[in-house]
């Protein structure tokens, strides 16, 4: 009995607060204090189809890409003499690259390229450093760069080994 005085009071108490609604798509909405507007219709603008949706993606996508192509184990035959690095600023690319390369074990960059028109290539360059013969696991960064101030757009790296012979 108790149960049902009170199912009755929130009932009436419901009732009196006077909760206004408006029809949007045959179901009832309380304002709770917001104006809707009658001409609003669920849903998205159809004003693109997927594949158009989908080609703009794939443009946006193809325009921050970075194809990246080197030697991954160059040859120096020492410290001082140019070695075969073969690198290439693909076609594809959008922009100028910077490439630079650091040993693994210490963090030391021991060489840096000047920047890369989009189309070009390095196939032979002297390291920054002069290394004793040996092996040396390093990382090549390729850095696409804005034209006019070479301000870093994107990185991307791959390991390579540099050999130095004498």
Do not use: H
């Amino acid at each position: 009995m108790a149960v049902i005085l009170v199912i009755i009071v929130i009932l009436l108490l419901l009732r009196c607060c006077g909760t206004e609604s408006i029809g949007i798509d045959d179901e009832s909405v309380p304002l709770g204090g917001i104006e809707w507007d009658a001409d609003a219709e669920e849903g998205e603008l159809t004003l693109r189809s997927e594949e158009e949706i989908q080609a703009e993606l794939n443009k946006k996508v193809a325009q921050g890409m970075i194809n990246i192509s080197m030697n991954t184990a160059p040859v120096f035959s020492s410290g001082t003499e140019k070695g075969n690095l073969n690198i290439v600023n693909s076609e594809r690319n959008n922009y100028p690259q910077v490439v630079y390369i650091v040993r693994k074990d210490t963090g030391e960059e021991i060489y840096r390229s000047g920047g890369i028109p989009v189309g070009s290539k390095i196939e032979r360059a002297a390291l920054a450093v002069d290394l004793p013969a040996g092996t040396y696991d390093c990382v090549a960064y390729f850095n696409s760069i804005t034209p006019d101030t070479g301000a870093i757009l994107g990185t991307a790296g791959a390991e390579i080994t540099v050999t130095v012979q004498n």
